[in-house]
Nanobody, 124 residues
Framework: QVQLVESGGGLVQAGGSLRLSCVAS????????MGWFRQAPGKEREFVAA????????LHADSVKGRFTISRDNAKNVLNLQMNSLKPEDTAVYYC?????????????????WGQGTQVTVSS
């Protein structure tokens, strides 16, 4: 089992940047694939980015490609999401998730553990 705690959210103007972090505790962090998802009011949770256990495989949603970058530091048990050129449509609660099943990076149903979320608000 792993516990996840996100931080780094906040209010930023369009075009600005934020860096989200997700700190893991409990079972060995490097045994989990990790992902970032987001959920805006009235919408379903959507995939943002994912990274494999070793960091060798990375995926970004088309909507954030070129603007967001996922990374992890297995020595520090930390998952990061660098968000640049933010847009108002990026406003949402951002969640990090951990999974043990191979594949299915973009499907939130396959993630076993979730953090509590951190709010990101982008003003126009």
């Amino acid at each position: 089992q792993v516990q996840l705690v996100e931080s780094g959210g906040g209010l930023v103007q369009a075009g600005g940047s934020l860096r989200l972090s997700c700190v893991a505790s409990g079972r060995t962090f490097s045994t989990y694939d990790m992902g970032w998802f987001r959920q805006a009011p009235g919408k379903e949770r959507e995939f943002v980015a994912a990274i494999s256990r070793s960091g060798g495989s990375i995926l970004h949603a088309d909507s954030v490609k070129g603007r967001f970058t996922i990374s992890r530091d297995n020595a520090k048990n930390v998952l990061n999401l660098q968000m640049n050129s933010l847009k108002p449509e990026d406003t949402a609660v951002y969640y990090c998730g951990a999974k043990t099943t191979n594949g299915y990076y973009t499907d939130y149903d396959w993630y076993d553990y979730w953090g509590q979320g951190t709010q990101v608000t982008v003003s126009s």
